[in-house]
C-alpha cells in the first residue's frame, strides 16, 4: 500500500512510524513537482556549471544553460525512505 506524504511529516517520528507500520511505499506530495524543484524564482546555470554538479547533459545539447534544479528535499525523503525500507513513487520528477 502506498501514501502521499511530505517531508515535513516524515521527519515526525510518529508519522514515520505509522507510515511503516500501515505502508510499504510512499508518494511526495509536491517535492518532485517542477515549482518545488525549480524554485519560486528558477535560475539558470551554465551547462559546465551543471556537469560539475553532477547534472546529466546528453550529447548533442546545444542550449548554453540549464535550469538549476534544488533537489536537496528529495534527497532528504529518500535518505529517510532508504534507512526504514519505504519504497518511493516519482509521479511527477520528469
Do not use: W
Not at 40 to 52: F, N, T
Not at 58 to 76: L, M
Amino acid at each position: 500500500m502506498r501514501t502521499s506524504i511530505n517531508l515535513y511529516e516524515l521527519q515526525n517520528s510518529s508519522i514515520l512510524n505509522h507510515v511503516k507500520s500501515q505502508y510499504n511505499s510512499i508518494t511526495l506530495e509536491n517535492e518532485m513537482k517542477p515549482d518545488a524543484l525549480l524554485g519560486s524564482s528558477p535560475s539558470l546555470i551554465s551547462v559546465d556549471e551543471a556537469k560539475r554538479l553532477g547534472y546529466y547533459i546528453p550529447s548533442g545539447y546545444t542550449e548554453t544553460y540549464v535550469p538549476k534544479i534544488n533537489f536537496d528535499k528529495v534527497d532528504a525523503t529518500l535518505k529517510i525512505c532508504s534507512e526504514n525500507g519505504i519504497g518511493v513513487r516519482a509521479h511527477t520528477l520528469v
